[in-house]
T-cell receptor
Framework: DTGVSQDPRHKITKRGQNVTFRCDPISEHNRLYWYRQTLGQGPEFLTYFQNEAQLEKSRLLSDRFSAERPKGSFSTLEIQRTEQGDSAMYLC?????????????FGSGTRLTVV | DQQVKQNSPSLSVQEGRISILNCDYTNSMFDYFLWYKKYPAEGPTFLISISSIKDKNEDGRFTVFLNKSAKHLSLHIVPSQPGDSAVYFCAASAYQANNDMRFGAGTRLTVKP
């Protein structure tokens, strides 16, 4: 297993365009998380899935953001009508169970720049 | 709402000395605490954790101390090595509440040879 994979690594888009990111978790992990990190800050929780069910969404996740995890495997995060404030590193992580003690395994992230 | 706080954005220590990174939290529901390490262009990597039933956990050069009454935890690295230079994030979760993990803003550690 190669860990958590995220694609693309970098994305530059014009304001108002839609973007979609993909995350492939560790195959035996049933939980998948999306976080956003801006400069000088720690990762901020966006949403998480247990298998294919989306169990929690942060208030940071406006109606322009949508996430899916069809069949409980890979996940996509879509941002519609991007704004400059959406520029950030988007991190995906996975865990088997809650990951409270052994932590999450993070991917390397997708860096989004909105121009 | 910043439930996990790391008030020192940076720390510089000499190789071979002790590094102490601090973290405070506000949510008394948190019962698991973790430290992650992050190198540039990589995602955070899990380092060490502690549950609220303990006050200390060791793993090699890394020790985490938890003071529940003060809602404070710290990570000690002894001896510090140049390869330890990274950003360290403190994180916490409320296992019983089935909550996700919340992170502090991070402390950049620089270990000088």
């Amino acid at each position: 297993d190669t860990g958590v994979s995220q694609d693309p690594r970098h994305k530059i888009t014009k304001r108002g365009q839609n973007v979609t990111f993909r995350c492939d978790p560790i195959s035996e992990h049933n939980r998948l998380y999306w976080y956003r990190q801006t400069l000088g800050q720690g990762p901020e929780f966006l949403t998480y899935f247990q298998n294919e069910a989306q169990l929690e969404k942060s208030r940071l996740l406006s109606d322009r953001f949508s996430a899916e995890r069809p069949k409980g495997s890979f996940s996509t995060l879509e941002i519609q009508r991007t704004e400059q404030g959406d520029s950030a590193m988007y991190l995906c992580a996975s865990s088997q169970g809650q990951g409270a003690y052994y932590g999450y395994t993070f991917g390397s992230g997708t860096r989004l720049t909105v121009v | 709402d910043q439930q996990v706080k790391q008030n020192s954005p940076s720390l510089s220590v000499q190789e071979g000395r002790i590094s102490i990174l601090n973290c405070d939290y506000t949510n008394s529901m948190f019962d698991y605490f973790l430290w992650y390490k992050k190198y540039p262009a990589e995602g955070p990597t899990f380092l060490i954790s502690i549950s609220s039933i303990k006050d200390k956990n060791e793993d090699g050069r890394f020790t985490v101390f938890l003071n529940k009454s003060a809602k404070h935890l710290s990570l000690h690295i002894v001896p510090s090595q140049p390869g330890d230079s990274a950003v360290y994030f403190c994180a916490a979760s409320a296992y019983q509440a089935n909550n996700d993990m919340r992170f502090g803003a991070g402390t950049r550690l620089t270990v000088k040879p």
